[in-house]
C-alpha cells in the first residue's frame, strides 16, 4: 500500500464503500489522510459502569460477565445481548442485527465500550454501543476525530480507515519541507503532524498539527502564484510627461468623485515615474472605474504611446468601446474594437493600423493576446472584470509591449469584483492598489429580496407596476455552462431552450401586452449588441437574459432584476448581476426566486438582502466557498484549499507568504537540489487545476 493506492486496499473498504467514499472526493489513500476531522470529541476520560453519566455517549470500561445471547426478535431482525459488570453494578448491553458480537467479547475479559447510558428500572443500559478490547485505544481513551460523512459511510468506518493508512503510509509520507526549512518555521513534520491531526494526543498536539497543515496549504498556494505572476518588472516602464489633467477632465458629462480623482492621481504619478505600473483598481460594480481607466489611456495617448483595454466578453467590449470612443475622440485618441468574431478581413485591417501606430486604443477580448496581434508602441495595458482571466493572461499581453531595450508598458487591472482583503495580499501581492469606494452621487441602494416561486404572481404584479412606471425589467435564468466558459456559444442545447421557452411563455401567457426581449450567450455577437442596444434605447420592457448581460450594458431605466434558480450563482456573481440596475436615479429592487430549501444556501442568499457592500459579500462569499470556487478554479488555476480558511488564518498566511517570498529570493527557479520536491508539490497542486503553470 502507497499513498496512491485506492481506498480498497484498506481493509474493511469493498468497492461498495469505496464508492459511497467517492462523494466525498475520496479515491486515494492520501486523499483519506487529508480528509480532515472537521471537529473532535474528548473521550480520554473512561468511566466505569457504576460511575458513568447518563444519557450523554462516554467511554465505560466493563467486564464481560457470560457469553454473548443471540434471539431472533421478528424476520430480519436479532438481538445480541451482553451483560458487562464493573466491581459494584452490572449494565445490558443490546445490539441489533450484530450477530458477529458474538465471536469478539469474550467473558472475563474487559472491554471499553462507547454509547450512552440509559436506565431502565434499576439496570443500566446500552444499545449499540461501538466497542474495542481494553488498552487498544483506537478511539476510546483519546480525543476523537469527527468527520464529515455521507450516507452509509460511518464516522468509525472513517476513522477506522484512516487509523489504518497511518499505520502503513505514516512513514512513506516524504515531507516536502527540507528538516531545516521545518525548524526555522517551528513546523511539525508531516507525518506527525497527519497522525495529530487525526489522532491528536492532546489538544496542543492537535493545535499545532493543524498550524502546520494550513501553514503548507498557504505556502503552496503563495509559491505558486509567485511563479505565476509575471515576474517583477524591473527597469523602466513607458515614460509619461505631466499634463494638465483638466482637458481630460473637461470632455466628461459629470465631475469625478473624489475617489476616482484620488486613484486617478495614484495612476498618473505611476505613468510618470518611469517605472512600469502595476496597479489593482478595485471598485464595486458602478464605482465608475472606466473613467478612471480612460484618464490613463488619455495621458499615454498625449504621450504618443498606444494603449490596450482586455475584457472577457464580447458584448463587454462593444459597450467600452462605445463609451469610450466617443468620449476619447474629443481629446483626439483613435480608438478600435478586436474581438473573436470579427470577419478575418476586418481583424487584418485592425492588425495593420495598431502595428503603424493608427490606433491610440485598442480595445478587445481574448483575441487581443493572439499571434496577429502587434504594437506600435504599447504603453499601457488595462485589463477589466480580471478575475474571469487566468493569471498568466495579463502578463502575456503586456509581453507584447516589451521594447527592443527592454522597456515594458504599464499594468491596470480594473476588478469589479471587490476581493476579499486576505486573498487579496496573495493572488496581488505584486499589485499596489487603488480602492474607489465611493458611488457617484445620486445613487441609491437596491432592495433585495427572496422569494419562492408560489410568490410568483405577485412577483408578475410588481414587473407590471414597474413597467407602468415606464421603466424597464431584466430577468435572468443561469446557463449554467455559459457561466464556467470563458467565450460564448457554450451553452448547451438544453439550456437554450429552457430559457428560449421560458421567454416565450412569459410573452404569450404572462404578459402579452408587453414586449419582452431575449438575450442569451449562443446569439451572435451582433445579434445580441442588437437586443441589448434595443434594450438600451427602450424598446423592450422585459429582457430576459443569461449571464451574458453581467458584465453588461448601461441601462439607466432598468429598475428591476429578477434573478431566477438564484440558488446557482455564487454570491459575487449575484451582486454582479444586480448591479445592473440602480444605475439611474429611481429606486430600483432585485428579486432573487429560489425554492432551494437548503438552510446554507439560504443564508447564503440572505447575506445579499442585509447588505449592497461589495466588499462583505466577498467576503463572505471566500467564507462559504473558498478560494478555488471564488474565482471559478478552472479559469484560475487556484487550488482548492482543504484546512486552511482564509477568513481566520491570516497570520499564519503572512508567514506563509513570507516563507515563500524568502524561498524564492534564495532560489527564484528552485533549482537546487533541496528544493525539488518543494517545486515538484507545487507543480502537481497547480497542474490539476489548471492545465500548467506557464
Ligand atoms: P464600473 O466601475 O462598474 O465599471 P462604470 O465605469 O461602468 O462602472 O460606470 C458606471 C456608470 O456611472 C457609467 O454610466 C458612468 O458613465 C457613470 N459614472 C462614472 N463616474 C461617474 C461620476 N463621477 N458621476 C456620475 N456618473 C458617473
Ligand atoms: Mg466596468
Same mark, same amino acid.
Given at each position: 500500500?502507497?499513498?496512491?493506492?485506492?481506498?480498497?486496499?484498506?481493509?474493511?473498504?469493498?468497492?461498495?464503500?469505496?464508492?459511497?467514499?467517492?462523494?466525498?472526493?475520496?479515491?486515494?489513500?492520501?486523499?483519506?489522510?487529508?480528509?480532515?476531522?472537521?471537529?473532535?470529541?474528548?473521550?480520554?476520560?473512561?468511566?466505569?459502569?457504576?460511575?458513568?453519566?447518563?444519557?450523554?455517549?462516554?467511554?465505560?470500561?466493563?467486564?464481560?460477565?457470560?457469553?454473548?445471547?443471540?434471539?431472533?426478535?421478528?424476520?430480519?431482525?436479532?438481538?445480541?445481548?451482553?451483560?458487562?459488570?464493573?466491581?459494584?453494578?452490572?449494565?445490558?448491553?443490546?445490539?441489533?442485527?450484530?450477530?458477529?458480537?458474538?465471536?469478539?467479547?469474550?467473558?472475563?475479559?474487559?472491554?471499553?465500550?462507547?454509547?450512552?447510558?440509559?436506565?431502565?428500572?434499576?439496570?443500566?443500559?446500552?444499545?449499540?454501543?461501538?466497542?474495542?478490547?481494553?488498552?487498544?485505544?483506537?478511539?476510546?481513551?483519546?480525543?476523537?476525530?469527527?468527520?464529515?460523512?455521507?450516507?452509509?459511510?460511518?464516522?468509525?468506518?472513517?476513522?477506522?480507515?484512516?487509523?489504518?493508512?497511518?499505520?502503513?503510509?505514516?512513514?512513506?509520507?516524504?515531507?516536502?519541507?527540507?528538516?531545516?526549512?521545518?525548524?526555522?518555521?517551528?513546523?511539525?513534520?508531516?507525518?506527525?503532524?497527519?497522525?495529530?491531526?487525526?489522532?491528536?494526543?492532546?489538544?496542543?498536539? $492537535?493545535?499545532? +498539527?493543524?498550524? =502546520?497543515? @494550513?501553514? *503548507?496549504?498557504?505556502?503552496? %498556494?503563495?509559491? /505558486?502564484?509567485?511563479?505565476?505572476?509575471?515576474?517583477?518588472?524591473?527597469?523602466?516602464?513607458?515614460?509619461?510627461?505631466?499634463?494638465?489633467?483638466?482637458?481630460?477632465?473637461?470632455?466628461?458629462?459629470?465631475? $469625478?468623485?473624489? +475617489?476616482?480623482? =484620488?486613484? @486617478?492621481? *495614484?495612476?498618473?504619478?505611476? %505613468?510618470?515615474? /518611469?517605472?512600469?505600473?502595476?496597479?489593482?483598481?478595485?471598485?464595486?460594480?458602478?464605482?465608475?472605474?472606466?473613467?478612471?481607466?480612460?484618464?490613463?489611456?488619455?495621458?499615454?495617448?498625449?504621450?504618443?504611446?498606444?494603449?490596450?483595454?482586455?475584457?472577457?466578453?464580447?458584448?463587454?467590449?462593444?459597450?467600452?468601446?462605445?463609451?469610450?470612443?466617443?468620449?476619447?475622440?474629443?481629446?483626439?485618441?483613435?480608438?478600435?474594437?478586436?474581438?473573436?468574431?470579427?470577419?478575418?478581413?476586418?481583424?487584418?485591417?485592425?492588425?495593420?493600423?495598431?502595428?503603424?501606430?493608427?490606433?491610440?486604443?485598442?480595445?478587445?477580448?481574448?483575441?487581443?493576446?493572439?499571434?496577429?496581434?502587434?504594437?506600435?508602441?504599447?504603453?499601457?495595458?488595462?485589463?477589466?472584470?480580471?478575475?474571469?482571466?487566468?493569471?498568466?493572461?495579463?502578463?502575456?499581453?503586456?509581453?507584447?509591449?516589451?521594447?527592443?531595450?527592454?522597456?515594458?508598458?504599464?499594468?491596470?487591472?480594473?476588478?469589479?469584483?471587490?476581493?476579499?482583503?486576505?486573498?487579496?495580499?496573495?493572488?496581488?501581492?505584486?499589485?499596489?492598489?487603488?480602492?474607489?469606494?465611493?458611488?457617484?452621487?445620486?445613487?441609491?441602494?437596491?432592495?433585495?429580496?427572496?422569494?419562492?416561486?408560489?410568490?410568483?404572481?405577485?412577483?408578475?404584479?410588481?414587473?407590471?407596476?414597474?413597467?407602468?412606471?415606464?421603466?424597464?425589467?431584466?430577468?435572468?435564468?443561469?446557463?449554467?455552462?455559459?457561466?464556467?466558459?470563458?467565450?460564448?456559444?457554450?451553452?448547451?442545447?438544453?439550456?437554450?431552450?429552457?430559457?428560449?421557452?421560458?421567454?416565450?411563455?412569459?410573452?404569450?401567457?404572462?404578459?402579452?401586452?408587453?414586449?419582452?426581449?431575449?438575450?442569451?450567450?449562443?446569439?451572435?455577437?451582433?445579434?445580441?449588441?442588437?437586443?441589448?442596444?434595443?434594450?438600451?434605447?427602450?424598446?423592450?420592457?422585459?429582457?430576459?437574459?443569461?449571464?451574458?448581460?453581467?458584465?453588461?450594458?448601461?441601462?439607466?431605466?432598468?429598475?428591476?432584476?429578477?434573478?431566477?434558480?438564484?440558488?446557482?450563482?455564487?454570491?459575487?456573481?449575484?451582486?454582479?448581476?444586480?448591479?445592473?440596475?440602480?444605475?439611474?436615479?429611481?429606486?430600483?429592487?432585485?428579486?432573487?426566486?429560489?425554492?432551494?430549501?437548503?438552510?446554507?444556501?439560504?443564508?447564503?442568499?440572505?447575506?445579499?438582502?442585509?447588505?449592497?457592500?461589495?466588499?462583505?459579500?466577498?467576503?463572505?462569499?471566500?467564507?462559504?466557498?473558498?478560494?478555488?470556487?471564488?474565482?471559478?478554479?478552472?479559469?484560475?488555476?487556484?487550488?482548492?484549499?482543504?484546512?486552511?480558511?482564509?477568513?481566520?488564518?491570516?497570520?499564519?498566511?503572512?508567514?506563509?507568504?513570507?516563507?515563500?517570498?524568502?524561498?524564492?529570493?534564495?532560489?527564484?527557479?528552485?533549482?537546487?537540489?533541496?528544493?525539488?520536491?518543494?517545486?515538484?508539490?507545487?507543480?502537481?497542486?497547480?497542474?490539476?487545476?489548471?492545465?500548467?503553470?506557464?
Amino acid at each position: 500500500m502507497n499513498l496512491s493506492s485506492p481506498v480498497t486496499t484498506l481493509t474493511r473498504i469493498g468497492a461498495q464503500r469505496a464508492q459511497k467514499l467517492q462523494k466525498l472526493d475520496i479515491f486515494t489513500v492520501e486523499d483519506l489522510l487529508y480528509w480532515l476531522p472537521r471537529s473532535y470529541q474528548d473521550l480520554r476520560e473512561i468511566y466505569s459502569v457504576s460511575n458513568a453519566p447518563e444519557e450523554l455517549p462516554c467511554c465505560v470500561s466493563g467486564i464481560v460477565a457470560a457469553a454473548p445471547t443471540t434471539s431472533l426478535i421478528r424476520k430480519g431482525m436479532t438481538t445480541t445481548k451482553v451483560r458487562v459488570v464493573d466491581e459494584r453494578e452490572r449494565m445490558e448491553i443490546t445490539f441489533f442485527n450484530q450477530t458477529y458480537v458474538r465471536n469478539v467479547l469474550f467473558p472475563g475479559k474487559t472491554y471499553i465500550f462507547y454509547g450512552a447510558v440509559e436506565r431502565k428500572g434499576s439496570l443500566r443500559t446500552m444499545t449499540n454501543p461501538m466497542f474495542e478490547q481494553e488498552g487498544k485505544r483506537h478511539f476510546t481513551g483519546r480525543i476523537m476525530p469527527i468527520y464529515h460523512l455521507t450516507a452509509g459511510i460511518s464516522n468509525f468506518i472513517i476513522s477506522e480507515a484512516v487509523r489504518q493508512a497511518l499505520v502503513n503510509c505514516g512513514r512513506s509520507l516524504v515531507d516536502p519541507f527540507p528538516e531545516e526549512f521545518l525548524r526555522a518555521h517551528e513546523l511539525m513534520q508531516i507525518g506527525r503532524a497527519l497522525q495529530n491531526v487525526h489522532f491528536p494526543q492532546d489538544f496542543e498536539e $492537535l493545535q499545532k +498539527a493543524t498550524r =502546520r497543515l @494550513v501553514f *503548507e496549504e498557504l505556502f503552496f %498556494l503563495s509559491l /505558486g502564484l509567485s511563479l505565476m505572476k509575471s515576474r517583477r518588472v524591473e527597469g523602466t516602464g513607458f515614460l509619461c510627461a505631466p499634463k494638465d489633467l483638466r482637458e481630460y477632465l473637461d470632455t466628461l458629462p459629470f465631475a $469625478l468623485t473624489n +475617489a476616482q480623482l =484620488r486613484t @486617478v492621481g *495614484e495612476a498618473m504619478a505611476d %505613468l510618470c515615474s /518611469g517605472v512600469p505600473m502595476n496597479r489593482l483598481i478595485q471598485g464595486d460594480v458602478g464605482s465608475g472605474k472606466t473613467v478612471v481607466a480612460a484618464a490613463c489611456v488619455w495621458l499615454v495617448a498625449q504621450n504618443g504611446g498606444q494603449s490596450a483595454l482586455m475584457v472577457p466578453t464580447e458584448i463587454l467590449a462593444e459597450q467600452h468601446y462605445q463609451t469610450l470612443e466617443p468620449l476619447l475622440a474629443q481629446s483626439g485618441v483613435r480608438v478600435g474594437l478586436l474581438t473573436g468574431s470579427m470577419k478575418a478581413k476586418q481583424k487584418r485591417d485592425i492588425y495593420e493600423r495598431l502595428e503603424l501606430g493608427m490606433i491610440d486604443l485598442i480595445i478587445g477580448t481574448h483575441a487581443l493576446i493572439s499571434d496577429g496581434v502587434r504594437f506600435h508602441n504599447l504603453g499601457l495595458v488595462v485589463t477589466d472584470e480580471q478575475h474571469r482571466f487566468g493569471v498568466g493572461q495579463r502578463a502575456k499581453l503586456a509581453e507584447k509591449g516589451r521594447g527592443s531595450d527592454g522597456t515594458m508598458p504599464h499594468v491596470l487591472v480594473m476588478s469589479a469584483t471587490p476581493i476579499p482583503r486576505t486573498l487579496a495580499l496573495i493572488i496581488y501581492g505584486d499589485l499596489e492598489v487603488s480602492i474607489i469606494d465611493e458611488r457617484p452621487p445620486g445613487r441609491q441602494e437596491i432592495d433585495t429580496f427572496l422569494v419562492g416561486s408560489d410568490k410568483r404572481q405577485r412577483l408578475y404584479g410588481f414587473i407590471r407596476k414597474q413597467v407602468e412606471k415606464g421603466h424597464q425589467v431584466y430577468i435572468v435564468c443561469p446557463s449554467v455552462s455559459e457561466e464556467t466558459a470563458l467565450e460564448k456559444g457554450t451553452m448547451t442545447a438544453a439550456e437554450l431552450k429552457a430559457v428560449e421557452e421560458y421567454a416565450a411563455e412569459l410573452q404569450t401567457k404572462v404578459f402579452p401586452e408587453l414586449r419582452v426581449g431575449l438575450v442569451h450567450g449562443r446569439l451572435k455577437a451582433k445579434a445580441k449588441e442588437q437586443v441589448m442596444s434595443q434594450f438600451a434605447a427602450g424598446e423592450w420592457d422585459l429582457l430576459v437574459s443569461t449571464t451574458v448581460i453581467e458584465v453588461g450594458v448601461d441601462v439607466p431605466n432598468a429598475t428591476l432584476m429578477v434573478i431566477e434558480n438564484a440558488e446557482r450563482f455564487g454570491l459575487s456573481q449575484l451582486h454582479q448581476l444586480r448591479g445592473r440596475v440602480g444605475r439611474g436615479s429611481a429606486k430600483s429592487h432585485c428579486v432573487l426566486v429560489s425554492d432551494n430549501r437548503n438552510p446554507d444556501t439560504r443564508q447564503r442568499m440572505k447575506v445579499l438582502c442585509g447588505t449592497n457592500d461589495g466588499f462583505q459579500i466577498s467576503e463572505e462569499d471566500l467564507k462559504l466557498r473558498g478560494p478555488g470556487d471564488f474565482f471559478g478554479a478552472r479559469q484560475h488555476g487556484l487550488p482548492q484549499l482543504r484546512v486552511a480558511d482564509l477568513s481566520g488564518d491570516l497570520r499564519v498566511l503572512q508567514e506563509a507568504k513570507e516563507a515563500a517570498e524568502a524561498l524564492l529570493m534564495a532560489d527564484p527557479t528552485l533549482s537546487r537540489p533541496e528544493h525539488q520536491p518543494l517545486l515538484e508539490k507545487v507543480r502537481q497542486l497547480f497542474d490539476k487545476n489548471s492545465g500548467g503553470m506557464n
